[in-house]
């Protein structure tokens, strides 16, 4: 951001105590603020295993900054947002504490409705902007952008008054507004979130704190960017679907689930549990799969000892359903598939698909529909 011009706090990013010691010795600010980075909320009221309380700390003592740090990195940090055992904390953001006089809301994001980028702010900033929606929605401001024209001096003005910017802080703001909504198209966003988007008192307006989210699908031109990723939070099965483009989220489930298409794939998860099962992930293909991909989408979900029935839901638009049933069939013979496996598909040379399948001779039982695949998964379990 602030590679942009964007207005942020002074901060290095440290990963060992003696680093966030030099870090703090160098900023030479007033006051220090201290934050555990983990990609989860709630750090502030988190709990480290090292018995430390609280993710995000101030102090005036650089000193203090190197003790603290000692007390994080290495450990795991418990939020309302993590696993119950926490998620380790590898480094430390060493900032420039400043005082704020008084807090906003701004984000920009792609909307649907809108057909491209909405700007929305509010002046009640620094809390859950979803209760103000809810309790004051008349303190929601919306700007709708034409991409193609950008953002108007007119719109940034009108947005920053919204906001309560006075006086010369109104032009500061709406400066910064231009250079988010520059930021948001150039890094190929999808939401650029500001929250507090403050001003201080002495009269500089700071994006304090940010979240961003990217297009999955600009990472051919955004390489620098998702080079930063740091998957070491992620589960390892997650990573390794990654490898073969595949989207892989663990449920606590027992029915694994093999889908194309993310609403699909979420459609699936809910008839299950509507139907009295679990469902064991959240697997979605995409739409350009070939033959080895569903072989590694099996050995995943094999690999997890949860697993006791597996429920294939294909729909072949893009898909060939053929490619999936050639898939299926090797996967299960050099697997040695020992868990029933329900398959439901439908669309593009679905009978060539369900020959496949029934000349294989394999123990696979086949569906009419998606509410049969998942009652039969469900009964496969059950007279387990």
């Known amino acids: ?19 966030a010691l030099e870090a703090a010795k160098r900023l030479n600010a007033k006051e220090i603020v201290l934050k555990a980075q983990i990609l989860a909320g709630g750090r502030g009221k988190g709990v480290f295993s090292s018995g430390l309380k609280g993710g995000v700390h101030l102090t005036k003592d650089p000193h203090v900054v190197g003790q603290l740090a000692k007390q994080m990195i290495g450990y795991n940090l418990a939020t309302k947002q993590t696993p119950k055992e926490g998620v380790k904390v590898n480094k430390v953001m060493v900032a420039e504490a400043l005082d704020i006089s008084r807090e ?17 702010g509010s002046p009640q900033g620094g809390v859950d902007i979803e209760e103000v929606a809810a309790s004051n929605p008349e303190l929601i401001f919306k700007e709708e952008i034409d991409i193609i024209e950008g953002i108007k001096d007119s719109q940034a003005q ?26 948001f198209l150039k890094i190929d966003a999808t939401q650029v979130e500001v929250n507090p988007f403050g001003e201080t008192p002495e009269g500089q307006v ?22 930063m990723d740091d998957k070491s939070e ?41 139907n009295g099962g679990k469902p064991a992930n959240f697997l979605d293909l995409g739409g350009g799969v070939k033959e080895a991909q569903v072989y590694q989408a099996f050995k995943l979900l094999t690999a997890d000892p949860k697993v006791e029935a597996i429920l294939v839901n294909i729909f072949g638009g893009i898909v060939n359903c053929a490619i999936i049933a050639n898939g299926i069939t090797k996967a299960c013979r050099e697997l040695e598939l020992k868990v029933p496996l329900v398959v439901r598909l439908e669309g593009t040379n679905v009978h060539e698909a369900q020959n496949i399948l029934s ?15 998942a009652k039969k998964s469900v009964a496969s379990v059950a007279k387990k």
């Open 158 to 183: 009108r947005m920053a008054e919204n906001l309560g910017f006075l006086g010369p802080l109104k032009n500061q703001a709406a400066d910064q507004i231009k250079k988010l909504y520059n930021l």
């Open 234 to 274: 992620n589960e390892p099965i997650e990573n390794e679907a990654a490898k073969y483009d595949l989207k892989y989220i663990g449920l606590d489930g027992n029915i694994a689930c093999f889908v194309n298409g993310a609403g699909l794939a979420m459609a699936t998860c809910d008839i299950i549990f509507l």
């Open 359 to 373: 000349n294989s001779g394999l123990p696979i039982t086949s569906a009419v529909d998606l509410e049969d695949a």
């Open 104 to 120: 906003t809301y701004l984000a920009i994001l792609m909307d649907r409705s809108c057909n491209g980028p909405v700007l929305v």
């Open 206 to 227: 700071v994006c304090f704190d940010a979240k961003i989210n990217f297009d999955d699908n600009a990472e051919f031109r955004q390489k620098d960017i998702f080079a």
């Open 1 to 19: 951001m602030s590679d942009n011009g964007v207005k942020v706090q002074r901060f290095f990013v440290a990963d060992s105590a003696k680093e």
